[in-house]
């Protein structure tokens, strides 16, 4: 069995250390094969922003899969922002925004939807479109195939409709055609799992919420999300199914009370095979 740690939105600098705490030893009871960083990792871009996260991902112990948000751009050093707008987050992160883990029955691909020109809002081109779906048709049948992006792809209510990802559409196809099973994403700290139908084959879109900073929502604690797939998870599949093949996914809220992250949802989904 593979286990994927989603982290999204950590926001370093408006962290709260108790849950910075709770989530490392998550991290260490749960032994996850990689971790998924699902962009606004820092708050302002600041370089000691980003040395604080190289410390928080070294304390992980597992490959990281990280993406940026359109806070790892810094926002009041125009200089920098128009001219080496991912200057700091590469020294971390390495050179590649867009980066592709691969095992026997994980295939993780990530995707750069931030624009230096743009404050919030997300984009996805036709070139970067196209390239996913490349990948995604590469992949091998045991694999699940996951895309990771920063802005949401699909949003649960019409309020948030202008947070969404630009170019949605047109990816939402092209990656379910091309064998896509899940699209992680975070921004909007609103942590919900989605299925999307009407597509060539169903997929589901899973956001994060902020992992440990202040800048939560009113009534959503901070949270992350757990993924297993591969081996026996113990979930039957309806009568009928042509697959046993079962997704968990896992949000786990942090909970004051016992300072640590308690599994607060349970989502099996069945990625569709041929």
């Not at 962009?39 to 597992?62: H, K, M, N």
Request: aromatic fraction near 6%; proline fraction near 6%; glycine fraction near 6%.
């Amino acid at each position: 069995m593979s286990v994927i740690l989603q982290i999204s939105d950590t926001h370093f600098g408006t962290e709260q250390p108790q849950v910075v705490e709770a989530l490392v030893a998550l991290a260490a009871q749960q032994h996850p094969d990689v971790v998924v960083l699902s962009g606004d990792i820092t708050q302002r871009a600041l370089s000691s922003q980003f040395r604080v996260a190289e410390t928080f991902i070294r304390r992980l112990g597992a490959p990281v899969v990280a993406v940026p948000g359109n806070h790892d751009i810094a926002l009041f050093d125009l200089w920098s922002r128009l001219t080496r707008p991912y200057a700091r987050y590469t020294r971390v992160f390495g050179a590649n925004l867009e980066p592709v883990y691969a095992s026997p029955d994980l295939l993780v691909v990530g995707v750069n939807t931030t624009r230096a020109w743009r404050h919030k809002k997300g984009e996805v081109s036709p070139a970067q479109i196209d390239h996913v779906a490349h990948l995604l048709s590469t992949a091998r049948p045991q694999q699940l195939r996951l895309v990771v992006v920063h802005q949401p792809i699909a949003v649960l209510e019409a309020k948030e409709h202008a947070k969404l990802l630009r170019g949605h559409h047109a990816a939402l196809r092209a990656w379910a055609a091309a064998g896509a099973d899940l699209v992680l994403g975070g921004h909007i700290h609103l942590p919900y799992t989605l299925a999307m139908h009407g597509l060539a084959r169903r997929l589901w879109v899973v956001q994060a919420g902020t992992a440990f900073s202040s800048r939560t929502r009113p009534a959503v604690p901070n949270s992350v999300n757990i993924l297993r797939w591969g081996g026996a998870l113990g979930v039957r599949a309806p009568s009928g199914s042509a697959s046993e093949e079962y997704c968990l996914i896992e949000q786990w809220d942090f909970a004051e009370q016992d300072q640590a992250f308690i599994r607060a949802t349970v989502t099996p989904v069945q990625p569709e095979r041929p």
